[in-house]
């Protein structure tokens, strides 16, 4: 039974990838991750000075009103010490039992760090892609929030202007023609996020599919992207603003992702005789 300012793997697991999960500070030392750079799927890697108390306190006002688990390698000094300091500074922190070394014994899901590109000037990493998203630059934007960088900045723009503004602004483009995070044969970019970044989730395997049938008018993959392409295509004529469309379409990939992940096998029907199942 984890302590009660420790949270099991377990527990862990279930919250990642959706809109309640925690903010994940990964605080173990920087050879270690060097050796290893798989990470706890939208984890955050913090420098050493953020294990000292002026450290901690300068990082506490960017985590108020959030839930916060720290993990280092075995669970020990490191995450216990730094999520003390955070509880001290008025937060809801807690450390991963068993650390790093739990998780990865567990055979729980991990993402590749050195995957991550550009960042701004407070670490998020940048994304840029074509404006008017419809399917895949939901999508994609969707997973990174949810599986890689929580804090991520996503651009949109014309186009025409997607390979410059990335230039200048130190983003990495994707879902366009010629980049690295783009389709590769008959995968979308969605598809080759999950490869890249080493996630491997059964859930997020069957949602791909979906997305893939829908971006791609494949609509026999699976029965679910004809809804899909139907609830974008809406989707995409109810905004105007791109970044409001993309935070409306965050709720739609968490309904997804869920169903996917726990109510695949569960059916609805009209019930006879006023009675219910």
Same mark, same amino acid.
């Given at each position: 039974?984890?302590?009660?300012?420790?949270?099991?793997?377990?527990?862990?697991?279930?919250?990642?990838?959706?809109?309640?999960?925690?903010?994940?500070?990964?605080?173990?030392?920087?050879?270690?991750?060097?050796?290893?750079?798989?990470?706890?799927?939208?984890?955050?890697?913090?420098?050493?000075?953020?294990?000292?108390?002026?450290?901690?306190?300068?990082?506490?006002?960017?985590?108020?009103?959030?839930?916060?688990?720290?993990?280092?390698?075995?669970?020990?000094?490191?995450?216990?010490?730094?999520?003390?300091?955070?509880?001290?500074?008025?937060?809801?922190?807690? !450390?991963?039992?068993?650390?790093?070394?739990?998780?990865?014994?567990?055979?729980?899901?991990?993402?590749?760090?050195?995957?991550?590109?550009?960042?701004?000037?407070?670490?998020?990493?940048?994304?840029?892609?074509?404006?008017?998203?419809?399917?895949?630059?939901?999508?994609?934007?969707?997973?990174?929030?949810?599986?890689?960088?929580?804090?991520?900045?996503?651009?949109?723009?014309?186009?025409?202007?997607?390979?410059?503004?990335?230039?200048?602004?130190?983003?990495?483009?994707?879902?366009?023609?010629?980049?690295?995070?783009?389709? &590769?044969?008959?995968?979308?970019?969605?598809?080759?996020?999950?490869?890249?970044?080493?996630?491997?989730?059964?859930?997020?395997?069957?949602?791909?599919?979906?997305?893939?049938?829908?971006?791609?008018? &494949?609509?026999?993959?699976?029965?679910?992207?004809?809804?899909?392409?139907?609830?974008?295509?809406?989707?995409?004529?109810?905004?105007?603003?791109?970044?409001?469309?993309?935070?409306?379409?965050?709720?739609? !990939?968490?309904?997804? !992702?869920?169903?996917?992940?726990?109510?695949?096998?569960?059916?609805?029907?009209?019930?006879?005789?006023?009675?219910?199942?």
């Amino acid at each position: 039974m984890p302590a009660p300012d420790a949270i099991s793997c377990e527990k862990l697991v279930k919250l990642i990838g959706t809109s309640k999960a925690p903010v994940i500070l990964d605080v173990r030392r920087h050879a270690l991750r060097q050796s290893d750079p798989r990470a706890i799927p939208a984890a955050r890697l913090l420098e050493e000075a953020a294990l000292h108390p002026a450290g901690a306190a300068a990082l506490a006002p960017g985590l108020a009103g959030q839930s916060i688990v720290v993990v280092c390698a075995a669970g020990h000094g490191r995450s216990q010490g730094l999520a003390a300091v955070l509880r001290a500074e008025g937060l809801s922190a807690e !450390y991963l039992e068993g650390g790093q070394e739990a998780w990865i014994a567990a055979g729980l899901p991990t993402m590749d760090t050195t995957k991550l590109g550009g960042r701004d000037h407070q670490g998020r990493s940048l994304w840029i892609t074509r404006s008017r998203p419809k399917i895949d630059r939901i999508a994609c934007p969707w997973l990174i929030r949810r599986f890689i960088d929580p804090r991520a900045v996503f651009l949109f723009v014309a186009p025409a202007e997607v390979q410059s503004v990335a230039e200048a602004m130190g983003a990495a483009a994707f879902d366009i023609e010629d980049v690295f995070w783009s389709h &590769r044969g008959e995968l979308c970019t969605f598809d080759t996020l999950i490869a890249e970044f080493g996630l491997r989730l059964p859930a997020l395997d069957r949602l791909a599919t979906i997305v893939r049938g829908a971006d791609t008018d &494949r609509p026999e993959l699976a029965p679910e992207c004809a809804g899909l392409l139907a609830v974008s295509l809406g989707l995409s004529r109810m905004f105007t603003d791109d970044q409001a469309q993309l935070e409306a379409g965050l709720s739609l !990939y968490d309904a997804f !992702y869920r169903w996917a992940r726990d109510a695949t096998d569960e059916t609805h029907g009209w019930p006879k005789n006023g009675k219910t199942k």
